[in-house]
Nanobody
Framework: QLQLVESGGGLVQPGGSLRLSCAAS????????WAWYRQAPGKQRELVAL??????DYLDNVKGRFAISRDDAKDTGYLQMNSLKPEDTAVYYC??????????WGQGTQVTVSS
């Protein structure tokens, strides 16, 4: 069973940056779709960023600040987060949907934006 292991969360001041990583335990190919979700306390999980082949899509309030990417040679997905705001505070989850439409989730990593 494919596993996803996340890293890179933490505490950062407003305006700061973090890069989240999500490493897969099996080989990832270009047709697999990466996504990042987040869930803040008391709120529903929401889709933050999506990368399907060369097409990206973002939640409106992270556009221009976040960037999703992948390195297929390392079987890893990334979420670069810049100009972080307190409202970005949440648990972030990576998600991978394979060419067989199997969906896998990372364990989640806490991102806290606070001064």
């Amino acid at each position: 069973q494919l596993q996803l292991v996340e890293s890179g969360g933490g505490l950062v001041q407003p305006g700061g940056s973090l890069r989240l990583s999500c490493a897969a335990s099996e080989t990832i190919i270009r047709s697999d779709t990466w996504a990042w979700y987040r869930q803040a306390p008391g709120k529903q999980r929401e889709l933050v960023a999506l990368l399907s082949k060369d097409t990206t899509d973002y939640l409106d309030n992270v556009k221009g600040r976040f960037a999703i990417s992948r390195d297929d040679a390392k079987d890893t997905g990334y979420l670069q987060m810049n100009s972080l705001k307190p409202e970005d505070t949440a648990v972030y989850y990576c998600n991978l949907v394979t060419r067989y439409f199997n969906s896998y989730w990372g364990q989640g990593t806490q991102v806290t934006v606070s001064s």
